[in-house]
């Protein structure tokens, strides 16, 4: 009984982020276009081709549960890529705007992070070891994302934004 329960919760999670994934799809390449440094468009545009990959993992997982690659609204998703649409048209033209992007990605980047954890905690407790592995490697990608975010706001995106 417990083991259903926890397995309906996987499934749940899984649409939920399968449609959070395809939304990210969507606008990596707005935030790519919107970034003024060279190397945060790079950021995106490399992203945008991992989670490619995200996707095409989370219909893996689909298979390995024996379910339909379908998606479920995912509001936390909308709200956080809203925002990240505000700062777009907030602060476009502006030096702070790839500062602003850096935020707004690095939120995406942590739901996912709470969300693969997540998911592969509960894989691993449902003894589902492919799913597992699949889980381990996009969130290994969205970890890597995140630290590489941080690094260019460390490393002057800030800084322009402060000196304009
Ligand atoms: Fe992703
Ligand atoms: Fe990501």
Sequence with gaps: ???EKLSDLFHDTLKDIYYAEGKILKALPKM????????????FEKH??????????LKQVFGIIGKPAQGKT??????????????LAEFKGTAALDA???SAAQAVEHYEIARYGTLKQWAKDLGLK????LLDQTLTEESKTDEALTRLAEGGVNHKAMAA
């Design 1 to 3: 009984m417990a083991h």
């Design 32 to 43: 790519a276009k919107g970034a003024q440094s060279p190397e945060l468009k790079a950021a």
């Design 48 to 57: 945008r081709e991992e989670t490619e990959g995200h996707v095409e993992r």
């Design 74 to 87: 995912c509001e936390a998703i909308e709200g956080i890529l809203g925002e990240g649409n505000e700062i």
């Design 100 to 102: 602003g992007l850096v």
């Design 130 to 133: 492919d799913a597992v592995k």
